[in-house]
Nanobody
């Protein structure tokens, strides 16, 4: 059974940092492209960052470039999202997504709230 479990969300002040983790199981993690999406209230889900299976290639939404960093540890079947210089507009539920062969799986999401 495929599982993606996000953790690390919470309440943080503007300018602060959080590190999200997504632990994967039930599929061959090292062949999967991994992504972080987010969805704010009343808005569509949007792509935040992606990383290739070998961790070499990454891509980011313009709104997070220079502030967020996606990484992965294939030995631990985990993908991370380091979020620095957080802004109130980063407030959203953050979802982990795995794409492998023709399949796609999602985690349950973790809430990130940036507020003073």
């Amino acid at each position: 059974q495929v599982q993606l479990v996000e953790s690390g969300g919470g309440l943080v002040q503007p300018g602060g940092s959080l590190r999200l983790s997504c632990a994967a199981s039930g599929f061959t993690f090292r062949i999967a492209r991994m992504y972080w999406f987010r969805q704010a209230p009343g808005k569509e889900r949007e792509l935040v960052a992606g990383i290739s299976s070998d961790g070499i290639n990454t891509n980011y939404a313009d709104s997070v470039k220079g502030r967020f960093t996606i990484s992965r540890d294939n030995a631990k079947n985990t993908v991370y999202l380091q979020m620095n210089s957080l802004k109130p507009e980063d407030t959203a539920v953050y979802y982990c997504n795995a794409v492998y062969y023709s399949a796609s799986s999602w985690g349950q999401g973790t809430q990130v709230t940036v507020s003073s």
